[in-house]
């Protein structure tokens, strides 16, 4: 909990216009329209007010003649204008609120996007805060973002000058009522405000909610449906939605209880109000100060101001999507602030890379630690390591020995705590990072399945060589003859052209293994566009026996003028390269060929004979 409404009134008022110079992305016209009907719906009241005492007054002449038509034709004209204000109101709004969004989604995207290295963007806090920026927060059935609270600014705004042009109106009658009043409805508006925004808070704090939205939607209907079918897990995800409702909404429904509960004074004060409102004309009347017709205007007057102690909507479109504008600024200032500083982070433009297709350059670690945010131990932990042009160096180690840890950090997405890598003897920190990562191809283990047609799928990860033109097709093919897709094209209906989105419109899906060639043709295909260094993280996880076996001589062999490194537990892939290292705690435990590991007898040794006995007793069994 912020405590925001317990600042003081600058820094309210400051949020206040920052909302509502959001306004400014929602459209010239659409937000021009918007602020034409509130001003209607801000002038409504008043008008009203005065042309119902005009209609009674004269009426009470006693004549049946145009005046009295006019008359009525106002009333009725301004009863029209305030329902269809809410016609108009109800096909700008969205637009507005849809444009500012977008425009706030597309900042923070770009943001996102621009961030060379993953640490930040895995960071916790700038998870939350992402997520508080994007959400939408559906907690009591409307939507709440930056857009609705833009626009519910600008509401309030019109609802106070519709309260004030009342008041005036009033206090020709008697300021004391006018004033008092406007003050009874503001205090109570105060009052239901601070109220009933506290379950904002209840929900803002709420992160299991997110957690709810999990069991209903993304894992129960897509990522376990298999699961859950197979395995009868449906009674399993409905409970977890059951028990985090309650987590969420439990604390939401005790509030709002205890707000209806402490409800009693509002009332009376909104009673006495009204009262007020309808006694004092009434008392002039009597008086003979006061005619009947005027005590109409003023009674009605004193509704119109009574109508701002009334807690709209706009509220709690406020107070929520501001938590979202928060957010987003305190993202882009953290984003500011680290450009400044020249953190590890930094965006900054550096010494530009060798450009794509040059020789394949010496890359060396030298004593590189690194430990992820948050964790206790290092990864890596003073590797050192020389890559040297052209070589195939296969990296092993067990499980979580920090293989992929390492390729990250290759690829500049993470950069070491202490240590340094280097590129033909340049600290990779100093380089441009998008430009290094031009010239290289990576496959990772959970490589990803683009929705777009094969042809894209294998082209778009080198967008050096297809920007501006169409991918070439026969370099397309030819990636995947070398990856072993050709038969997989041939059996695609649409050849290249293929979507293998599956739940867009005519996609297909591939089994896992296709899927892997697929991946592999794409990161040959950087490499037959200029890209120098070649990595395969797991590349044969998926592939058949055969291809397996296959794998060295079709692909690896073939590569030609890029320095190639091999992830991957599988003897056959890592067997036949020129240099094998073994990684244990963080550093290389092991350096040499098959042939030199297997004479150590150490980690290695043990590693090929435990997999060649396996492999033995499946033979004879
Ligand atoms: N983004 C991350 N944040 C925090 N810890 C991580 C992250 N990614 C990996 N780790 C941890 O770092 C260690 C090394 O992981 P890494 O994926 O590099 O291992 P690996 O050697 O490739 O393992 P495997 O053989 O299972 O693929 C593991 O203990 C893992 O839990």
Do not use: C
């Amino acid at each position: 909990m912020r405590g925001r409404r317990t600042d003081g009134l600058g820094r309210l008022f400051g949020t206040r216009v920052r909302l509502l110079r959001l306004l400014a992305g929602g459209g010239t016209l659409s937000t021009g329209l918007l602020v034409g009907v509130q001003v209607v719906r801000a002038v409504v009241p008043t008008a009203r007010a005065l042309s119902v005492g005009h209609l009674v007054a004269v009426f009470g002449r006693g004549q049946l003649d145009w005046p009295v038509f006019a008359a009525a034709a106002l009333v009725a004209g301004l009863f029209l204008i305030d329902q269809w204000v809410w016609l108009a109101l109800a096909a700008v709004r969205p637009l507005v609120v849809r444009r500012i969004d977008g425009g706030l989604r597309a900042g923070l995207r770009t943001l996102a996007v621009n961030l060379p290295g993953l640490d930040r963007l895995e960071s916790r806090e700038f998870q939350d805060r992402a997520a508080r920026a994007v959400d939408v927060g559906t907690g009591f059935g409307r939507e709440r973002s930056p857009g609705t609270a833009a626009v519910g600014q600008l509401e309030l705004v019109f609802r106070m000058v519709s309260a004030v042009g009342a008041t005036v109106l009033l206090a020709t009658f008697s300021v004391p009522l006018a004033v008092g009043l406007l003050a009874v409805s503001l205090l109570i508006r105060r009052t239901l405000r601070r109220q009933w925004l506290g379950i904002i808070d209840v929900l803002d704090a709420d992160t299991i909610g997110q957690r709810r939205n999990y069991y209903v939607s993304e894992q129960a209907v897509y990522g376990a449906a298999k699961d859950v079918r197979l395995f009868g897990l449906s009674d399993w995800f409905a409970g977890r939605m059951r028990a985090t409702t309650m987590r969420t909404y439990g604390p939401v429904w005790r509030r709002q209880l205890a707000v209806l509960r402490r409800q009693w004074w509002i009332v009376l004060f909104s009673v006495g109000a009204a009262v007020a409102t309808m006694a004092v004309p009434a008392a002039a009347v009597f008086a003979g100060s006061l005619d009947p017709a005027q005590m109409i205007t003023y009674v009605l007057a004193g509704f119109g101001i009574m109508e701002i102690g009334r807690m709209g909507e706009e509220a709690f479109d406020i107070e929520y999507g501001l938590r979202g504008v928060e957010a987003t600024d305190e993202l882009a200032a953290e984003y500011r602030t680290t450009r400044r500083s020249g953190s590890p982070t930094t965006v900054t433009p550096r010494r530009p890379a060798d450009e794509p297709g040059g020789a394949p350059p010496t890359i060396r670690f030298e004593e590189v630690v690194f430990r992820y945010p948050g964790a206790t131990r290092p990864v890596l932990d003073g590797l050192t390591l020389t890559l040297r042009p052209g070589e195939t160096v296969a990296v092993v180690g067990e499980n979580g020995v920090g293989k992929t840890t390492f390729v990250k950090l290759l690829g500049g997405l993470y950069r070491p705590d202490s240590g340094r890598i280097t590129v033909d003897g340049v600290d990779l920190a100093t380089l441009d990072p998008m430009a290094w990562r031009q010239r290289l191809a990576v496959l990772f283990q959970d490589f990803v399945r683009y929705p777009a047609s094969l042809r894209d799928n294998v082209a778009l990860t080198a967008a050096e060589r297809v920007s501006g033109r169409p991918a070439d097709d026969d370099a397309v093919r030819d990636a995947l003859d070398r990856a072993g897709a050709t038969t997989l094209l041939a059996d695609l209906t649409d050849g290249l052209d293929t979507s293998l989105w599956r739940e867009g419109t005519g996609g297909t899906d591939l089994s896992g293994g296709q899927w892997q060639r697929v991946a592999l043709a794409r990161v040959l295909f950087a490499v037959a566009a200029g890209r120098r260094v070649l990595v395969l993280d797991e590349p044969t996880a998926h592939l058949d026996v055969r291809a397996e076996a296959e794998f060295h001589e079709r692909v690896v062999s073939r590569v030609r003028d890029a320095t190639t490194l091999l992830i991957s537990h599988r003897l056959s892939t890592v067997r036949p390269a020129g240099r094998i290292i073994l990684l244990r705690a963080g550093r290389v435990a092991e350096d040499g060929s098959h042939d030199d590991l297997m004479a150590l007898g150490g980690g290695y040794a043990r590693f090929f004979t435990v997999q060649a006995e396996a492999f033995a007793a499946r033979e004879r069994g």
